[in-house]
């Protein structure tokens, strides 16, 4: 199964290797590019690792479609022995190995709270213990299909639907997956560790790392880094405060859009995150240092988000278009480089697999009236009476009543970082006026479309648009307590900063509280021995090309797959709800030859569903019995223990 045991030395031997893959699959590829512009030590370090994971991801696409996989070696070997050349004076005479790094002690200590707190919610996916594998914490359904698309990505390019096998995958972002995949393909590290115990403390640290970097080319001082770090890693809403004022308990049933605890919820929105921190840290440099080398390098940064979360890209080029603008009217064409590259690179990735995904349209206040209903809340008299007035064509107190569910849907989304919008000239001027340009009418775009759109594929998952603008939002936040608050009178500042701090973290405290309690609950999926039994009799003593087809009993394989991973075999028909049905696939044909299997008395039937299926095996739970499974001219048991068994297609 190649999941170890968690700290066993397995466990650290692997983590080791991971160590020595991030430095020479990441880390080094990066710094041959990012080396030219001689940058301080913790930007030089940071921007590395960034520039390294697109650059990683870049090469498996490109040889992927190439069907030339191999290649990554000779990416990585080349790449490697390069560096080595170029660096040999300062490898031999110890250079490499000193730091001018200086690093203030409450960052180090906000990193260290905030990275505990992101992982404690994620970490948990996957462990190995003495009675099998728990799946627990974020959601368990995505998180599993994640898995799944890492597993289709280190056997194929590009990747078949995990639980629909034969068909491409489509309408989703899976660069963050292709990395992952890239990583444990290349150095032959196991798969569930490594995304959800190692690369999720590695990107946790990274988006600290990020933000440090990006806060000193912005010479904006300590003071300003501090808040931004606070506001990334502990940033949230006021929904507790919310509740407590209207007099009801339960201060956090209602659960939270994002907040810093569940950053890494959403491995592929993280990954995006720290890219696009990266890459705003190349843009600020480029204002400096216009050179073409580093426009090629941030048009290819910034082109590759969309790759790894297509609504971060989507606020990175609207972020590019007006920007476009704003140089061409400066007759500064240079700039140019840079939005041709990203939206070249961005195309390239994005049509190929979302050509499909149609787009967005306008529902109106139909969000902010969604939340105003809720039950917890107790205030859906107000949506009862807008829907009075709205019936007399009454539209000014109709507009007035959207308007008081709009202020409070953001208040309570945003909480604290709502600050962001006390900014004055002489606030915002302490920032690029182009990096103001490049944000804010990105921020607006995202605003609208997360407010007042849905999806034709997704549905309500412009909810991320949203996303976007709580966490790179909090930049303009942590400048208004850097900006104002901290020009107050001493005793008057530091009674500010406390009820910024109290109104901010009790989402972080609860959840992080709850993360680490789940851990000794029976909380998540556990896929048991007798289960992992059966799943790893696919994977030893079937042929790597077998494809399977799991009952819907089998855990939540159904929902979300996850015996494709675990035996390391294509599945035909699984995670219906949280895959297919999300990704817009039409699997109707699947589900009624499934169907003719489990059902059908008729030998003709089943074998001419096996037939058109190419189904190999069947996997089952002992309670699930189906009419034709004792004809031994078409089943065969070939493994059964007290809870499961497998059945071989016979005669096929």
């Given amino acids: 199964m190649n999941v170890p045991i968690v700290f066993s030395f397995q466990f650290f031997g692997y983590f080791l290797l991971f160590c020595i893959a991030l430095l020479l699959g990441v880390y080094i590829p990066g710094n041959l590019a990012v080396r030219k512009l001689k940058l301080p030590t913790c930007q030089s370090v940071t921007l590395s690792f960034i520039a390294g994971i697109v650059f990683l991801s870049l090469q498996g696409y490109l040889f992927g479609y190439l069907n030339l996989r191999f290649l990554a070696y000779a990416y990585v070997g080349i790449i490697t022995l390069i560096w080595l050349y170029k660096n040999k004076k300062k490898l031999f005479s110890f250079d490499a190995f000193k730091t001018k790094l200086k690093f203030d002690g409450l960052f180090f200590f906000i990193m260290l709270l905030g990275v505990f707190g992101q992982v404690s919610g994620i970490w948990s996916m996957g462990l190995r213990f003495i009675d099998g594998i728990h799946f627990a914490g974020g959601n368990i359904l995505d998180n599993n299909l994640e898995l799944a698309i890492t597993n289709e990505l280190i056997h194929r390019f590009p990747p078949f639907e995990p639980g629909m096998y034969g068909v491409l995958l489509q309408n989703y972002h899976y660069w963050s997956h292709l990395f992952s995949a890239e990583l444990i393909r290349i150095f032959h590290l196991p798969l569930v560790t490594t995304q959800y115990q190692f690369l999720t403390v590695f990107i946790s640290i990274l988006l600290g790392l990020s933000v440090i970097s990006l806060s000193k080319a912005l010479r904006l001082g300590n003071i300003f880094t501090r808040w931004l770090l606070f506001y990334l890693y502990f940033g949230a809403d006021f929904t507790f405060g919310l509740l407590f004022i209207l007099g009801k308990s339960h201060y956090f049933d209602i659960k939270s859009m994002e907040n810093g605890a569940q950053f890494l919820f959403n491995l592929p929105r993280a990954f995006s995150i720290v890219i696009f921190f990266g890459g705003l840290n190349f843009l600020v440099i480029w204002l400096k240092n216009k050179t073409k080398f580093l426009a090629i390098l941030c048009g290819t940064i910034f082109g590759a988000i969309i790759g790894f979360k297509i609504y971060v890209g989507i606020f990175t080029?609207?972020?590019?278009?007006?920007?476009?603008?704003?140089?061409?009217?400066?007759?500064?064409?240079?700039?140019?480089?840079?939005?041709?590259?990203?939206?070249?690179?961005?195309?390239?990735?994005?049509?190929?697999?979302?050509?499909?995904?149609?787009?967005?349209?306008?529902?109106?206040?139909?969000?902010?009236?969604?939340?105003?209903?809720?039950?917890?809340?107790?205030?859906?008299?107000?949506?009862?009476?807008?829907?009075?007035?709205?019936?007399?064509?009454?539209?000014?107190?109709?507009?007035?009543?959207?308007?008081?569910?709009?202020?409070?849907?953001?208040?309570?989304?945003?909480?604290?970082?709502?600050?962001?919008?006390?900014?004055?000239?002489?606030?915002?001027?302490?920032?690029?006026?182009?990096?103001?340009?490049?944000l804010i009418p990105s921020i607006f775009v995202s605003m609208i479309a997360g407010l007042f759109f849905l999806q034709y594929t997704g549905g309500a998952n412009t909810f991320n648009f949203i996303v976007n603008v709580l966490i790179i939002g909090s930049i303009y936040a942590a400048l208004t307590v850097t900006y104002f608050v901290h020009k107050l009178p001493i005793v008057l500042r530091y009674i500010i900063i406390v009820i910024i701090i109290m109104l901010t973290i009790p989402r972080w405290l609860n959840m992080t509280a709850s993360n680490i309690g789940n851990y000794s609950k029976n909380y998540g999926l556990l896929i048991s021995n007798n289960q992992l039994y059966a799943l790893n009799y696919l994977r030893i003593y079937t042929p790597l090309s077998s494809l399977v087809l799991a009952s819907n009993t089998i855990g939540n394989d159904y929902d979300s797959p996850y015996v494709c991973f675990l035996a390391d075999r294509p599945t035909y028909y699984s995670g219906i709800i949280d895959e297919l049905e999300a990704h817009g696939i039409n699997y109707k044909q699947r589900k009624s030859i499934v169907k003719n299997i489990f059902t059908s008395s008729d030998k003709t039937i089943v074998i001419k569903a096996l037939e058109q299926s190419h189904i190999n095996y069947l996997l089952l739970s002992n309670n699930d019995h189906f009419a034709l499974e004792s004809n031994s001219d078409i089943f065969s048991v070939i493994f059964k223990n007290s809870n499961f068994r497998i059945l071989k297609i016979t005669n096929m």
């Fill in 317 to 438: 080029l609207a972020g590019l278009t007006f920007l476009t603008i704003y140089f061409l009217i400066k007759k500064n064409y240079r700039f140019l480089f840079i939005p041709a590259i990203a939206f070249a690179l961005a195309g390239i990735i994005y049509f190929p697999v979302n050509n499909n995904a149609g787009g967005l349209f306008f529902t109106g206040f139909w969000r902010v009236n969604d939340f105003i209903v809720l039950p917890q809340l107790g205030l859906s008299h107000f949506e009862l009476a807008r829907e009075i007035y709205a019936s007399h064509q009454n539209y000014l107190k109709v507009y007035m009543l959207e308007l008081f569910f709009l202020t409070l849907y953001l208040l309570n989304t945003f909480g604290t970082k709502i600050l962001g919008l006390l900014q004055t000239r002489k606030s915002l001027s302490k920032i690029p006026l182009e990096i103001n340009l490049f």
